[in-house]
């Protein structure tokens, strides 16, 4: 047996209510892709974070290549050889990539030799850069390439990877997928965090379950059904959301020729679209993050206010409206981020549960706060999308981004809108939960909503999509049934063959 890179041996960190990870054990090899899967709230964030010197155990020990390994911070985790690419991207919009990468060294060099590397470790990885290029303007798989160049310009012995295929195309998926292997075949270690089972099956070597903070068993994906590993996550058989047949009713939400600029710097203008949705229709949306999904939240959602016939509902201008005259109509959103735009970090559940419920759960009256219903909303919201919480009294920052994504979304279908719109549903959500979402959303297409899901999960869209269209840079496809679609042409689509747009069927 080869001396393990890193071992974690009883790892544990408790917090008030809540147990995150209990004596958690595990080694990973050198050169190995070491899978970490578990359900939202199963303590994966909590572990890496301890590895990454973010937070300090309670008790356990970690070895790093035989020696003791208690980082009291990132610097000093860096300093032994572990780099980290988060989830949510950490840079500014209006530097440009050398100067992004330059804030994350502890002695950058000049910018002109910056550069250079930069240059140098992109290509040599596949994943080329423009230093200079200003981050504002680049894509999302772009973006991700920065976070990982300046992970690799550290010569890392292990690289944490914490859902980094959320964001990118089937294309881009395989760019990064032929880094990763690059990487392992000249000895470093990654540790590999994904909900896409799919993908840990094709690039893992072995991969360590949690549940409920605890090592409840390992795997070699090679060997393993996706199923299988979601089953061994959630300790119980997976449901399959049924979509089951319905039939589409009038057209509930009709967008015609609608223009707007982004109100951000680094957005993207919508231009030309047309979109019509009808009662018990899911309309799937489907682009590589940044080709116009938030501007197009904010128009369905209010936030972005258009002229008066630019956006009809049931036939009645609401582009004028705003997000509260909208909610009144019934019409619903969740936007993709979820603290600080979806909730309010600081705020209890309770008092998100009112920030969007008030109107149509009768959550206040003549000016006075009905608190008791206003909890018993959350509290419901909790109970039916499984949100693991101690209770509605809990600050929405203090979730894992998972669980907080249940509690956001529950919020919106549990107010049984007439028009649902969506923006990444299931982002970094795992598998039952997922499930239980998307299921979720097709009940309340059989009950008559119109709902439009943008996301940049294609099986998800193929699974509860009755149309799909295409955005990119602005531009809306004409949509066409899912039905006979394969992701190819939806990647395709996604990543601007307009050549491919057809008429709906």
């Known amino acids: 047996m080869t001396t393990p890179l890193l071992s974690l041996q009883g790892l544990t960190k408790a917090y008030p209510g809540v147990v995150a990870n209990d004596t958690v054990s595990f080694d990973i090899g050198q050169g190995e892709v070491h899978a970490l899967l578990g359900e939202n709230g199963a303590g994966k964030s909590t572990l890496v974070k301890m590895i990454y010197g973010l937070v300090k155990p309670d008790s356990g020990k970690m070895v790093l290549n035989g020696q003791p390994f208690a980082p009291a911070e990132p610097r000093a985790a860096r300093a032994d050889g572990i780099a980290m690419v988060f989830q949510h991207f950490s840079l500014f919009d209006a530097l440009n990539v050398a100067e992004n990468i330059a804030l994350g060294m502890e002695n950058p060099p000049k910018m002109g ?51 980094p295929t959320s964001v990118l195309t089937p294309q881009e998926v395989d760019i990064l997928f032929e880094t990763l292997q690059k990487l392992r075949s000249e000895g470093t270690s990654i540790l590999y965090i994904s909900h896409k089972l799919e993908e840990i099956r094709t690039l893992c070597d072995h991969a360590t379950i949690l549940r409920l903070g605890k090592n409840v068993g390992e795997c070699i994906p090679a060997e393993t059904s996706a199923r299988d590993m979601a089953e061994m996550m959630v300790g119980s058989t997976l449901q399959t959301p049924e979509r089951g047949g319905r039939d589409f009713g009038e057209v509930a939400l009709d967008i015609s020729g609608l223009s707007v600029p982004s109100p951000s710097e680094f957005g993207t203008a919508l231009r030309n679209l047309h979109l019509t949705v009808r009662r018990g229709e899911v309309l799937g949306v489907g682009g590589v993050a940044g080709n116009g999904q938030d501007e197009l939240l904010g ?120 028009v649902l719109v969506v923006n990444q549903p299931t982002w970094g959500v795992d598998a039952a939960a997922a499930a239980s979402i998307r299921q979720a959303i097709l009940d309340l297409a059989a009950k008559g909503t119109a709902v439009v899901c943008i996301s940049q999960d294609l099986d998800e869209l193929m699974e509860i999509s009755d149309s799909f269209a295409a955005l990119n840079e602005g531009r809306l496809s004409a949509p066409r049934e899912t039905t006979g679609l394969t992701v190819d042409e939806i990647g395709l689509m996604m990543g601007g063959a307009h050549g491919m747009e057809v008429a709906h069927v």
Not at 138 to 163: F, N, T, Y
């Open 299 to 418: 128009v369905l959602s209010g936030e972005i206010t258009t002229a008066p016939d630019a956006v009809k509902m049931n036939g009645q201008p609401i582009g004028k409206l705003g997000p509260t005259a909208r909610r009144k109509l019934g019409l619903l959103s969740a936007p993709e981020e979820r603290l600080g735009h979806a909730a309010a970090p600081d705020m209890s559940l309770t008092e998100n549960a009112l920030l969007t419920g008030s109107v149509r759960e009768g959550l206040e009256s003549n000016g006075f706060l009905k608190w008791g219903e206003t909890q018993s909303f959350a509290e419901r919201i909790i109970e039916e999308f499984d949100v693991r919480t101690p209770g509605p009294d809990n600050a929405a920052r203090s979730l894992s981004g998972g669980n907080l994504q249940k509690f956001v979304i529950g919020r919106e279908v549990l107010q049984n809108p007439d």
């Open 113 to 163: 030799d910056l550069a250079a590397r930069i240059r140098e470790v992109s290509e040599t990885y596949g994943l080329p850069l423009d230093p200079y290029r200003t981050v504002g303007d680049l894509s999302a798989g772009e973006r991700q390439r920065v976070e990982i160049i300046r992970c690799l310009l550290q010569d890392p012995k292990l690289l944490i990877m914490d859902e």
